[in-house]
C-alpha cells in the first residue's frame, strides 16, 4: 500500500481551492442566492510561517456547500456546467481523504451529477419513479498528481456533462486528463446556471425524499436525523426548509 502524502493541515494558504473553501462556509440550504455571488473574503491576512499575506480567494459560483464538500463551477470549463466537486480540507491526492470525506463524496456525487447534467440540458426529473428519466451523459474525472494531470493538489472531481447533438459539441476534444479544449467561464450564464443547478438539487434530493425516504435523505446529508416532512423531527434539513417542510423558493 503506498504511503499517504504529507498533506497534513487542513487548509494551504496558497492553495486556490482551499481560500474558496474558506470563504465560503457550509451553507444551510441549497437554494441559490437571490443576488449574483461575490465570494471574495476581506483583505489578505498575513500568513505566520512566511510573513507575506495569504492569497484573496478566487470569486466562485457555489452550487453546494456542506461540511465536508464544496461543489462550483470550474473558470475554464470544458463544456458547459463544468463542476467542480471539492473536498473542503485540504488533501492532495485521493490516498489522503479521510473516511468521513469519502463518504460524503458518495453520497453526492450522484446527485450533484444529475442536477448539473438535468440543469445544462433542461431536462425535468423528478415525475418519475426510482430516477428513470435519462438526463444525458456525463464524465467524472479525479486526477491524482502532476503526472496523472492534476492542476490543482487538492482532490477534487470534475463533472463535465456531455450534452447535446450540435457539431460543436461532436467536435470538441474530450480529453480531460490536463488537455482539450477550454473556455473562460460566461459570468453572465454562470449567475444563471448556478441558479438552476441548485434549484435542479433541491429537485433531486426531493425524488430521493419520494422513493427512498426520509432516512435516505438523512443519510445524505450524513446526520443520520429525520428529516423534514410530516412526522420529522423539528428544525430544517439543509434545504431552507423548517420543521413544516415547505421550501423557500
Do not use: Y
Not at 502532476?146 to 447533438?165: E, K, L, S, T, Y
Amino acid at each position: 500500500m503506498p504511503p499517504p502524502s504529507t498533506s497534513t493541515h487542513s487548509s494551504k494558504p496558497c492553495c486556490p481551492f482551499c481560500a474558496i473553501a474558506l470563504a465560503n462556509p457550509a451553507s444551510s440550504t441549497l437554494l441559490a442566492p437571490t443576488s449574483p455571488p461575490s465570494f471574495s473574503s476581506p483583505s489578505p491576512t498575513p500568513n505566520p510561517t512566511t510573513s507575506t499575506p495569504n492569497p484573496t480567494p478566487p470569486t466562485a459560483h457555489i452550487v453546494l456547500s456542506t461540511p465536508q464538500l464544496i461543489a462550483f463551477l470550474d473558470h475554464a470549463p470544458i463544456s458547459r456546467g463544468h463542476v467542480l466537486v471539492v473536498v473542503r480540507e485540504h488533501r492532495e491526492k485521493l490516498g489522503d481523504v479521510r473516511v468521513a470525506e469519502g463518504e460524503a463524496v458518495g453520497r453526492w456525487l450522484g446527485v450533484v451529477s444529475r442536477a448539473v447534467v438535468g440543469a445544462v440540458a433542461g431536462v425535468e426529473r423528478g415525475g418519475g419513479e426510482g430516477g428513470d428519466v435519462d438526463v444525458g451523459d456525463w464524465n467524472v474525472v479525479q486526477n491524482n498528481g502532476a503526472r496523472a494531470a492534476q492542476v490543482v493538489p487538492h482532490v477534487h472531481f470534475h463533472i463535465i456533462p456531455r450534452v447535446g447533438d450540435v457539431p460543436e459539441v461532436k467536435a470538441r476534444s474530450w480529453t480531460v486528463f490536463g488537455k482539450g479544449q477550454r473556455e473562460d467561464l460566461d459570468e453572465d450564464d454562470a449567475v444563471v446556471l448556478v441558479k438552476r443547478i441548485r434549484e435542479r438539487l433541491l429537485v433531486e434530493v426531493e425524488g430521493i425524499r419520494r422513493r427512498e425516504g426520509e432516512e435516505a435523505v438523512a443519510r445524505l446529508f450524513g446526520d443520520g436525523r429525520a428529516v423534514g416532512g410530516a412526522g420529522g423531527g423539528g428544525g430544517g434539513d439543509g434545504l431552507g426548509r423548517g420543521s413544516g417542510g415547505r421550501s423557500k423558493l
